[in-house]
């Protein structure tokens, strides 16, 4: 029997990575692996809430040269994706920018006044207590300091009232470490299809094997463009998905 031609797509924070005091560490042991399918030559995308300047300056410094033009990026919920070389930006309506742009200044304004802190946009965790904003250019980050007790459920309920507010065009997803604000079109079932349907243009992949940690992830297995099979992964446990990844690439079968 053929074997079916199969791609793969990963969301990145926990999957790929683990978490060591609210950063994302590089596991070089999933490198390795991600390096083993670009030589099998299975497409890789990186369906991820991240955005791509985070994902080719911070996770891409520890894989080579041909693995970071290999792997394509499907940043901020498929809103800012890498190929063809270059940042493709979706076109979004523009009451939706708009209301991005207004939405992040009030909500940022509300959980400071409300937790008496001063907002802080890195890529890199504070060491004061601060609303920890990660930079991203079509959607809002509001990051975990559970360390400060500044957990996103509780950023949540301060914005809450002004969300309804925007609840129209604006959604929120939360996570362990991260409050993620976004267009209520755009998951990871939109930004999965994007992917397909930029890594396979001819339609010859049969099976696409996707992977994540958080329930918003699942929405993967739901792209109407391709035969999506999703693997659930306890948030930083690399070495289950590292095992599933040498069983497929034994060509075992799920
Ligand atoms: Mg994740």
Not at 10 to 27: C, E, M, P, Q, Y
């Amino acid at each position: 029997m053929l074997k079916p031609k199969i791609g793969f797509l990963f969301d990145v924070d926990g999957t790929l990575t683990t978490f060591k005091r609210n950063d994302s560490v590089v596991d070089l042991l999933i490198i390795n692996d991600l390096e083993l399918i670009r030589k099998k030559k299975h497409p890789i995308g990186l369906v991820t809430g991240r955005g791509v300047d985070w994902v080719r300056n911070f996770f891409f410094n520890h894989i080579n040269e041909t693995l970071r033009e290999y792997i394509l990026i499907f940043g901020e919920y498929g809103l800012v994706n890498w190929y063809k070389g270059k940042k493709i930006r979706k076109q979004i309506k523009k009451e939706i920018k708009e209301n991005l742009f207004l939405a992040k200044d009030e909500f940022t304004k509300e959980i400071c006044e409300y937790l008496e802190l001063e907002s802080y946009v890195s890529y890199v965790a504070p060491d004061k207590r601060s609303l920890w904003i990660e930079p991203k250019e079509l959607m809002i980050t509001y990051r975990s300091l559970p360390f400060f007790g500044l957990i996103p459920e509780r950023f949540l309920k301060i914005i809450n009232p002004i969300l309804e507010k925007y609840s129209d065009t604006l959604k929120a997803y939360v996570s362990e470490q991260a409050l993620d604000i976004l267009p209520v079109k755009e998951s990871k079932k939109t930004a999965a299809e994007k992917a397909i349907r930029i890594l396979d243009p001819n339609k010859e992949i049969e099976l696409w094997y996707a992977f994540g940690d958080s329930e918003s992830d699942e929405d993967m297995a739901l792209a109407r463009n391709g035969n999506v099979k999703f693997f659930k992964i306890e948030t930083s446990m690399t070495s289950d998905l590292h095992r599933i990844i040498q069983k497929i690439l034994a060509g075992g079968t799920f």
